[in-house]
């Protein structure tokens, strides 16, 4: 039977709607993470983000060392993580025998589905103690220098760098293999064509899904900036700021988990839904500027023809 068109139209309109609803629903929570902060806003102005006191009994308050765990965690975790979730890619596009490909596509993504909470106490128990063991290995030298000072206690910003690696792998590897996945078989016929090795022809393959693979690890880095659970069990929870590994740190995640349910008056409050407004915006940016460059890539390789994109990578 023929559709008509009025059928088209409705089709269009109600779907249309769906993301219509999408992006009130994203403008709604910024608007009443807002609106809720406006006290804080008036109340500290530019100064909540530059100041380090954080003092809810004399009611001053200040965010900068929040802000500094949470790039700093963030940052450090994907320094960790994007080699390893790369190498997880090519592996298992490339390289992997078909028959052990779903398996470790399936393994893989089942990182995702583990809740934070298990990761969290899966730290405490096994990577804590670990951690606390390397602190104390290494030579007094390297102790003395700025970013290994502190005690050797476990908890602090490289065991929080550690498992927030583990937790955005999965993320990274899973948006980078579907990536290599698009690349045209074009490009490595034509490194092979050259004369280059299968190393040398990953290596072109790898230069043109570039923007897609920053992209992926932009999403890694949404990912890693909004994690709650497993970090507040392992960074320490202290609200100071220091270059160094060993230390106990804070996240703005982590401090609106400790102190939203405790809140000593409304300014104390408002000041924790000010942190969660500057999460909201930093996560909203990476995570838009990530499927950007992914559509970007996309993009590029659907339009280009086999000619128009130079296997340089090979040369």
Same mark, same amino acid.
């Given at each position: 039977?023929?559709?008509?068109? $009025?059928?088209?139209?409705?089709?269009?309109?109600?779907?249309?709607?769906?993301?219509?609803?999408?992006?009130?629903?994203?403008?709604?929570?910024?608007?009443?993470?807002?609106?809720?902060?406006?006290?804080?806003?008036?109340?500290?102005?530019?100064?909540?983000?530059? /100041?380090?006191?954080?003092?809810?009994?004399?009611?001053?308050?200040?965010?900068?060392?929040?802000?500094?765990?949470?790039?700093?965690?963030?940052?450090?975790?994907?320094?960790?993580? /994007?080699?390893?979730?790369?190498?997880?890619?090519?592996?298992?596009?490339?390289?992997?025998?078909?028959?052990? =490909?779903?398996?470790?596509?399936?393994?893989?993504?089942?990182?995702?589905?583990?809740?934070?909470?298990?990761?969290?106490?899966?730290?405490?128990?096994?990577?804590?103690?670990?951690?606390?063991?390397?602190?104390?290995?290494?030579?007094?030298?390297?102790?003395?220098?700025?970013?290994?000072?502190?005690?050797?206690? #476990?908890? #602090?910003?490289?065991?929080?760098?550690?498992?927030?690696?583990?937790?955005?792998?999965? %993320?990274?590897?899973?948006?980078?293999?579907?990536?290599?996945?698009?690349?045209?078989?074009?490009?490595?016929?034509?490194?092979?064509?050259?004369?280059?090795?299968?190393?040398?022809?990953? =290596?072109?393959?790898?230069?043109?899904?570039?923007? #897609?693979?920053?992209?992926?690890?932009?999403?890694?880095?949404?990912?890693?900036?909004?994690?709650?659970?497993?970090? /507040?069990?392992?960074?320490?929870?202290?609200? =100071?700021? $220091?270059? $160094?590994?060993?230390?106990?740190?804070?996240?703005?995640?982590?401090?609106?988990?400790?102190? %939203?349910?405790?809140?000593?008056?409304?300014?104390?409050?408002?000041?924790?839904?000010?942190? #969660?407004?500057?999460?909201?915006?930093? /996560?909203?940016?990476?995570?838009?500027?990530?499927?950007?460059?992914?559509?970007?890539?996309?993009?590029?390789?659907?339009?280009?023809?086999?000619?128009?994109?130079?296997?340089?990578?090979?040369?």
């Amino acid at each position: 039977m023929r559709a008509k068109p $009025s059928d088209d139209v409705a089709f269009r309109i109600g779907t249309g709607a769906f993301g219509v609803l999408l992006i009130g629903l994203v403008a709604a929570i910024g608007l009443v993470l807002l609106k809720q902060s406006m006290p804080s806003i008036q109340r500290f102005g530019v100064d909540f983000w530059h /100041t380090t006191t954080w003092d809810p009994v004399a009611g001053v308050f200040g965010a900068l060392p929040f802000i500094w765990g949470t790039l700093y965690s963030s940052l450090l975790a994907l320094l960790i993580s /994007t080699p390893i979730a790369i190498g997880i890619a090519v592996f298992i596009s490339e390289l992997c025998p078909r028959p052990l =490909r779903q398996p470790l596509v399936f393994l893989t993504e089942l990182l995702a589905a583990i809740p934070s909470i298990v990761y969290g106490l899966w730290s405490i128990f096994v990577l804590v103690p670990a951690v606390r063991a390397f602190e104390r290995s290494l030579p007094e030298v390297l102790q003395r220098l700025p970013l290994f000072t502190g005690p050797p206690l #476990g908890l #602090g910003m490289l065991s929080a760098g550690l498992v927030l690696a583990i937790m955005v792998l999965p %993320f990274t590897s899973s948006v980078a293999r579907e990536v290599l996945k698009s690349v045209p078989a074009s490009q490595r016929e034509a490194a092979y064509a050259l004369g280059a090795t299968r190393f040398e022809a990953i =290596r072109a393959a790898l230069y043109y899904a570039r923007t #897609g693979i920053v992209g992926a690890v932009m999403l890694g880095f949404g990912r890693a900036l909004g994690e709650t659970m497993a970090v /507040t069990m392992v960074i320490g929870n202290s609200v =100071r700021i $220091s270059p $160094s590994l060993f230390a106990p740190q804070y996240t703005m995640a982590a401090v609106i988990a400790n102190e %939203f349910t405790e809140a000593a008056d409304d300014l104390h409050l408002s000041a924790l839904v000010e942190v #969660g407004l500057l999460l909201f915006i930093i /996560t909203l940016i990476v995570n838009s500027l990530s499927r950007l460059l992914i559509w970007t890539m996309n993009r590029s390789a659907a339009v280009l023809s086999p000619a128009d994109e130079p296997v340089e990578a090979v040369r």
